[in-house]
């Protein structure tokens, strides 16, 4: 295995790709390979070419871009085993967790990063606003209860070593509710209570 930069003109696609994407991912795509192209395709030498295993959108964007040359990982495959990695490479992959993903844009946005430039994160402006929703929905923020439910009051921690004290933090929106904690538990790397005690050191 090696890692080699090819000209596009030496790169072909499969024949065949079982990865599917809609045109509003695609474009997306584009926006971000124009911003730099940080993924190398995983190929293997056909004759004088190299045929894409793995990265066959990419290869299409960066040819719509204008790209000349690609970094790519080379490998040694038969026809049987690149069509077996090319289904494994696409599989293997996972699948994002929204509620995380909407945990960290929040925190990006509160740090005053553009969550919104085009390719950056590969979120749609009308999926970020839904992002944003799941965010501020957060449930037990700060006092324990459902969100928008501001009856509820945290349940006291039992304490034998120490005398226990209680603070009362109001907020205004459930938004700020929301953005306080995840702001705490970044302090407290992943604590709320360390991260508020954090705070008022």
Known sequence: MSVINV???????????????????????VAAIRRGFYQPLLVRAVGDDYEVIDGAHRYDAAKEVGLHELPCVTIEASDNEAAALQIAMNRL???VDLTSVAQIIADLRLDGFDVTLPGVLGFSL???HILDDMAASDI?????GAAGDESKEAAPSPSTDAEGYTLEIVFSTERERSAAKRKLKKLGNGDLTAGLAALLR
């Open 7 to 29: 000209r596009l003109d030496r790169l072909r696609k499969r024949e065949s790709n079982p990865n599917v994407m809609d045109a509003t991912r695609y474009r997306q795509l």
């Open 93 to 95: 992959r996972g699948e």
């Open 126 to 128: 009308e999926e970020l």
């Open 140 to 144: 037990g923020i700060l006092t324990g």
